[in-house]
């Protein structure tokens, strides 16, 4: 009898056992289920979010991805970005080499012998590439073949160029610092109202129509106005050089 009852209780551990073995599975494959489809990740969303930045404007607003209108001249100053050339223009001058080419047409050159002088300047255009370099500088070019020479001996127009081609807002437009310098002996500082003077020079270049000799093309350029995008006045803006506050939205087109 006592064989009996130790028998009867070793098949009902077995069965109690085998039951909760056989529970087990059901669970472990809730668990994989769930471990199939994991949460979208926040880098995954954020790259939904880009995809969908508009760039039909040929532009995008730098401030959108944290970016700004001023570039960083210093480390709590920077030199305003008053001139956007727009996507929407000519595709021959959005690229490298046509951008320098229109520019020069326009009355801009490369730096005298190619050498640089003064600070590399960076700008953030809340494209993703973050702070990034001047792509290019010109000085105002008095008159052919070290035209920008004198420029920088005399002091007059220049700018710096970024182009807005990084993976989160690839306009193509080239955001573009102009101002008006002092000749050397002044250390080329930017002159009184300098800011504003040299925007509107390159505006005033591009409305007048200019010809590409080497491709005998003529370019054409229309502007539109727009404020909110620089805040009037001097703050942030180095030499405390105040701003009216318009950037131009110059499109060129062939004529």
């Not at 700018?159 to 310098?181: D, L, M, P, V």
Request: hydrophobic residues 35%; glycine residues 10%.
């Amino acid at each position: 009898m006592r064989a009996l009852a130790v028998v009867g209780a070793l098949v009902a551990v077995h069965s109690v056992a085998a039951l909760t073995i056989r529970a087990n599975p059901p669970t472990q494959q809730t668990v994989l289920s769930g471990l199939s489809s994991p949460p979208q990740s926040s880098s995954s969303r954020l790259d939904d979010i880009w995809e969908d930045v508009d760039t039909s404007a040929g532009w995008v607003d730098p401030r959108i991805n944290g970016g700004r209108f001023l570039d960083y001249t210093a480390p709590l100053l920077g030199e305003p970005l008053n001139v956007i050339l727009s996507g929407l223009s000519d595709p021959l001058v959005l690229t490298e080499e046509g951008f320098r080419e229109y520019t020069k047409s326009i009355g801009y050159s490369a730096e005298c012998l190619g050498l640089h002088m003064g600070n590399i300047h960076k700008a953030d255009l809340g494209d993703g590439n973050s702070r990034t370099p001047e792509h290019y500088l010109a000085r105002q070019e008095y008159f052919p073949v070290w035209g920008t020479c004198w420029e920088s001996f005399a002091g007059g127009h220049h700018f710096r160029a970024w182009r807005q081609n990084g993976t989160h807002g690839a306009s193509g437009a080239w955001f573009i610092g102009a101002s008006k310098e002092e000749h050397s002996r002044k250390q080329h500082k930017i002159t009184k109202d300098g800011y504003n003077l040299g925007r509107d020079w390159f505006v005033e270049r591009a409305l007048a129509g200019s010809h590409w000799k080497r491709r005998n093309i003529w370019w054409r350029a229309e502007v539109e106005w727009r404020t909110g995008l620089l805040e009037p006045g001097s703050k942030g803006v180095n030499h405390g050089i105040p701003l009216d506050g318009r950037v131009a939205i110059v499109t060129v087109f062939r004529a």
